[in-house]
């Protein structure tokens, strides 16, 4: 029996709408799943489904049986790693090119041609899963930065020179190809998991976490950053695919063990000790020293080796936070409320 009594209707106008995350919850199915089920009427913005006719039309599906083959895969895509490699693509020199074919085309603009590259890529992308992953269905998500980071805040309370300050300008035509690249993902329907203060890795540590608590799901993250091999699973079905060139290279858990053991000359184990390693070591990439605190790095427990004493220090230079443990379970709940929706316009089939 489909039983809504007590899921919050949202006014919007003179019509009452169920949250579809919440319908999918009682119906023990996903958002994506409820996108199968004909008749229903959604709101034209929001992931809403029309309250007044949600019982009857979903009764007679649930009667047909509602069980339809459903993504039980995540692949994450590290957006600010796309861009830089489309950055390549854009330079004055690549655009100068691109003029001289939009002359002999039907081309009006190089901004033009800038949307065709975005949109290439990002059908390049769902193919290469295909092509890698057939006969299943997967979720693409994308995770963006969203400056100032709390990593910064962090190592001004403990001293520490300013986060990822030794990074030089970003490329002229990264502005252009952002927005054209966030234009592209809003079009083709697949989610931007992007939250204040936070950064990519956070959120694809967050993704990775929740995923380990599904055991029938699993996930890839598509980057060129390292630190996200820390993730890498078998046992959790967790990888990290090398976003450069185009030519994505699988890590799982002996490959990224291998891999980070040649570049840094010492023994690892597990993905997990890539944490001690680059803290001993420091990393120049993020600016952060030799020996620093191993929770700027560690994705999976930030900053868990504190103090109460350090994070309320922290707490204080985390502006808008109310408390260091306040600021993760927001994170958490952020990417948990947005993974409920994931296959919102998301999903596709290998």
């Not at 083959?69 to 957006?79: G, K, L, S």
């Not at 489309?86 to 001289?100: D, F, H, I, K, R």
């Not at 820390?230 to 079905?237: E, M, R, T």
Request: overall charge positive.
């Amino acid at each position: 029996m489909i039983d809504l009594t007590g899921v919050k209707k949202k006014a919007d106008g003179l019509m009452d709408w169920f949250p579809a995350g919440a319908v999918a919850k009682r119906l023990g199915c996903t958002v994506a799943e409820l996108r199968h089920c004909p008749g229903l009427k959604w709101h034209p913005r929001r992931s809403l489904i029309l309250a007044s006719e949600s019982v009857p039309r979903l009764l007679k599906y649930w009667q047909t049986g509602l069980a339809k083959p459903a993504a039980r895969n995540v692949w994450v895509v590290d957006h600010r790693t796309v861009v830089y490699s489309l950055s390549s693509l854009t330079s004055p020199e690549a655009m100068a090119n691109y003029g001289v074919l939009a002359e002999a085309s039907d081309y009006r603009s190089p901004f033009q041609i800038l949307r065709d590259i975005c949109f290439m890529a990002w059908t390049y992308i769902p193919a290469e899963v295909k092509a890698r992953h057939p006969r299943q269905f997967w979720h693409i998500v994308v995770a963006d930065d969203s400056p100032p980071y709390w990593r910064t805040g962090v190592c001004a309370a403990l001293g520490y020179d300013r986060y990822k300050g030794t990074r030089g300008e970003k490329p002229k035509e990264w502005k252009a190809v952002d927005r054209a690249a966030q234009r592209t993902l809003s079009a083709a329907g697949i989610p931007v998991l992007k939250f204040k203060s936070f950064e990519a890795d956070d959120i694809v540590a967050e993704v990775a976490k929740q995923i380990r608590e599904i055991p029938e799901f699993t996930g890839c993250v598509y980057t060129v950053d390292s630190d996200l091999l820390q993730l890498v699973s078998d046992k959790h079905g967790f990888a990290w695919y090398n976003v450069a060139r185009w030519d994505p290279k699988y890590r799982g858990f002996s490959e990224a063990c291998g891999y980070f053991s040649r570049r840094t000359n010492c023994p690892v184990a597990r993905p997990r000790d890539i944490v001690a390693i680059k803290a001993k070591k420091g990393d120049t990439a993020d600016n952060l020293p030799a020996n620093c605190e191993p929770g700027l790095i560690d994705l999976f427990d930030p900053l868990v080796s504190l103090s109460a004493s350090q994070k309320a220090v922290i707490s204080a230079a985390l502006k808008g936070a109310p408390n260091y443990d306040g600021m993760l379970e927001m994170r958490r709940e952020a990417v948990r409320e947005s993974l409920q929706n994931i296959g919102v316009g998301g999903e596709f089939m290998g």
